[in-house]
Structure formats: C-alpha cells, structure tokens
C-alpha cells in the first residue's frame, strides 16, 4: 500500500526555543491524527530538542539532510547514525537549496542515499526541474537524469524504503505553486519511469511528495491526483495551524 505523507522542511529557520514551540503547537493540534503520516523536519540543532517533545506522539522526526560517511575528520558532517540516535525515521536528500546553494551533485545524492538506507533512515529524495527548463520543454528529461543519477546502481529491494519529492523548482517559495495538472504530469512520468526501471510493484507502492508553494488554499485540488501521495511543505509547515490543514487535506 502506498502510504501518504505529510513532511514539513523547516529550512534553516527557528531558534531552540521557537522550534521546541513550534514542535509543541503542532502535537496539540495533530494528537491522535491517523490520516497520513506526519513527519517534520528541524534544522540539526534543534533535533534533539524537538524529538523530545514529539517522541510519543504520532509526528516523526526528518532531518534535512546528512553526509555519507560514518565518521571521522568531516568538520561540520551529521552522519545517518548521528540522526538516527537523535530520533529520526527520515532524512531529506538532494533538495534543490542543496543542489543549488551548496553544490549537491547527483554522484554525491546517490552517495547520501545509500548511507541513509544503509543506517535505515528513509530518504526523501527531492527532484525537479528549474523554470528554464520547463520553458525549453525539458521538465521530463531532467527529471529523468536526475532519478538516474540519484538511484544509479540502486537493487529493487532498496527501493521499497525510499520516498520520492517531486518539487519544480520554480515553484518552491515564490508562491506559484505548480497547477493539479502540471504536478499530476511530473508525478505519473515519475512513476512510469519507476516502473520501467524496477518494476510495477515499486512504483505502485511508492510515495511521491509534491512540494513547491503548498498551502491549504491549494492542497485540496493537488491531492485529488492520483499520483500525488502527499507534500513537502516549506513555509506553510512554520505555521502549525497551516501545518494541520494540509495534513487534514492530505487524509481526504
Ligand atoms: P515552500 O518549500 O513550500 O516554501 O515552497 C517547499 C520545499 O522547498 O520543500
């Protein structure tokens, strides 16, 4: 059965004590919630505080990111066992502010990929093409090399831990969410391609995430897809009562 998700990106944003808060409000608001699973997602500092206040509820942990190797002389690298020791179950690979801003390339994506399964954390792997692209008629060609790039290599079987976030790039933090259709197309070339590449089984299965501007003025129309299994939300996911409306319009 493919599961529904709702994952919230903090980005770099909240001190301690305001995602401690944060973390707090959205429990009160979700207790007891069983309509998809909910997951957010801290900055690394604020990890082990917010698992400290979500750990018995239903809300899993996520961390935005990770760096492959196991240990050693990495200044500044959170390893999956540093992550899992702090509580997560998720961990967000190759968003496009990583690829961006700090460089993450497909070779090094498939790297953090491999390290998160390894330890058992799920990935969330984030995909999705720049306004040029879409406008030079390229979305699915460079959505396909980056799948190939991440997942190069990838045994069916490792397949079946894994999320998928599809998010344009255009679409995340500018307000111009990608329309139903436009989401619904990424989404269903996403999993045929899945399909070809491992199979009926894993791409049925699979949860692909939209993410790109999500609110819960729009949330109800892009769930109504059937490929869309649930969001990656950025901004929305700061406000704990927007936070809770997406999530109740994931459950529909
Ligand atoms: P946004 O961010 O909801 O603020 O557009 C989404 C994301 O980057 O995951």
């Known amino acids: 059965m493919r599961k529904k998700l709702v994952a919230g990106n903090w980005k770099m944003n909240t001190t301690a004590d305001e995602a401690v808060k944060l973390a707090k409000e959205i429990k009160a608001r979700l207790t007891g919630f069983n309509g998809a699973e909910l997951l957010i997602c801290p900055p690394y500092i604020n990890l082990i505080p917010v698992h400290k206040v979500i750990e018995k509820s239903v809300i899993k942990l996520g961390s935005q990111d990770l760096y ?3 240990s050693g002389a990495f200044t500044s690298g959170i390893s999956g066992e540093m992550l899992k020791s702090a509580g997560c179950h998720y961990v967000i690979v190759g968003h496009s502010e990583r690829r961006a801003i700090f ?6 994506i498939n790297k953090k990929l491999q390290a ?3 330890i058992g954390l799920i990935p969330i792997l984030c995909i999705g093409e720049k306004l040029e692209d ?4 390229l979305t699915e060609k460079v959505i396909e090399s980056q799948l190939d790039g991440a997942l190069m290599g990838f045994p069916t079987d490792w397949m079946s831990n894994m999320v998928i976030g599809y998010e344009p790039v255009w679409a995340i933090g500018t307000g111009k969410t990608a329309t139903p259709e436009q989401a ?3 989404h269903k070339f996403i999993r045929e ?5 491992f199979g009926n089984q894993v791409a049925d299965e699979l949860t692909i995430l939209y993410g790109g ?3 819960s003025d729009n949330s109800d129309a892009l769930i109504a897809e059937n490929n869309i299994d649930g969001f990656l939300v950025g901004g929305a996911s700061l406000k704990a009562e ?3 409306k997406i999530a109740r319009s994931a459950s529909k």
């Open 68 to 70: 492959y190797e196991k």
């Open 103 to 108: 460089g993450d390339t497909d070779e090094l």
């Open 116 to 118: 998160a399964l390894g």
């Open 134 to 137: 879409r406008e030079a008629g």
């Open 184 to 186: 619904e197309s990424s």
């Open 193 to 197: 391609k899945l399909t070809r590449d």
């Open 213 to 215: 501007s999500v609110n």
């Open 242 to 244: 927007s936070f809770e």
